[in-house]
C-alpha cells in the first residue's frame, strides 16, 4: 500500500495563477481531508469529505475548492493564488468505522508569489 | 476561535526526564482525542488517542491523561529521549460532523 499520496511536493505558482494539488489514497477510506500548516497556527483544515459525491468546508475554506468524485481521490484547486495561500499542505484519510486515526500524505509545500 | 488551545509553544527537556503538553477544548461533543506526532519534512503521525469514557491511556512510554469535567487532557512522555524531539500536535473530533480539529503544536526538544 502506498498510503495517502500527494503531487507535487513543491510548487510555486504568481498571484492570479491557478493550480490544482493531488491527493490520492489507496485504503479504500472513505473520510478525506486538505489541511494547511502555518507557523505558530497548527493544522486547520480546510475542506473534508466523509465520501464520494460528499463535501463540506472547515475552518479555513476560503479561496480553495474541493470534488470527491471517486473514493479514491481528493483534489484541492486553488482558484486564484494569493501569497497569503502560501503554506504547507496536507491530505489526510481515515476510515469511517471505528478506527479514527487519520493517515497523513508527506505534503505539498507551496509558494505564491 | 480556537477550538482547541495547546500549551507550551516550546519545551526543552533534558534527557531521561517528562515532557508534559496541554491541551483544553471547548466543544464538549467531541468524544476522540489523538496526538499527533510530527518530524521535520515529514506529515503528522498518529502517536496515541483517548475517548472521554476512561482517565488515562498508556503505551510505552507516552501517556494521555484525560479530565473530562475540566475539558482538558495532556500528553506525557516519560524517559524522554533525544528521538523524541519533533512536534506534537493534540486534535480533537466528534459531534454530527466529525472534523478533526487541531492545537497549534508544541514544539519538543530533548537535549542529551
Known amino acids: 500500500n502506498a498510503g495517502v499520496t500527494q503531487t507535487p511536493k513543491f510548487q510555486v505558482l504568481k498571484t492570479g495563477q491557478s493550480m490544482t494539488l493531488q491527493c490520492a489514497q489507496d485504503m479504500n477510506h472513505e473520510y478525506m481531508s486538505w489541511y494547511r500548516q502555518d507557523p505558530g497556527m497548527g493544522l486547520r483544515l480546510i475542506h473534508y469529505s466523509v465520501g464520494a459525491g460528499i463535501t463540506d468546508q472547515g475552518e479555513v475554506p476560503n479561496g480553495y475548492n474541493v470534488s470527491r468524485s471517486t473514493t479514491e481521490d481528493f483534489p484541492l484547486r486553488l482558484l486564484s493564488a494569493a501569497p497569503s495561500q502560501t503554506s504547507v499542505y496536507f491530505c489526510a484519510s481515515r476510515t469511517g468505522r471505528g478506527n479514527y486515526g487519520y493517515t497523513f500524505g508527506s505534503g505539498t509545500r507551496l509558494t505564491v508569489v | 476561535q480556537q477550538q482547541v488551545k495547546q500549551s507550551p509553544q516550546s519545551l526543552i527537556v533534558q534527557k531521561g526526564g517528562i515532557s508534559i503538553i496541554n491541551c483544553a477544548y471547548e466543544n464538549t461533543a467531541f468524544d476522540y482525542f489523538p496526538w499527533y506526532q510530527q518530524f521535520p519534512g515529514k506529515g503528522p503521525a498518529l502517536l496515541i488517542a483517548?475517548?472521554?469514557?476512561?482517565s488515562e491511556k498508556k503505551e510505552g512510554r507516552f501517556t494521555i491523561s484525560f479530565n473530562k469535567s475540566a475539558k482538558q487532557f495532556s500528553l506525557h512522555i516519560m524517559d524522554s529521549q533525544p528521538g523524541d524531539s519533533a512536534t506534537y500536535f493534540c486534535?480533537?473530533?466528534?459531534?454530527?460532523?466529525?472534523?478533526?480539529?487541531f492545537g497549534t503544536g508544541t514544539l519538543l526538544a530533548v537535549q542529551p
Open positions: 486534535a480533537a473530533s466528534g459531534g454530527a460532523t466529525n472534523k478533526l480539529i
Open positions: 483517548i475517548r472521554p469514557d476512561v
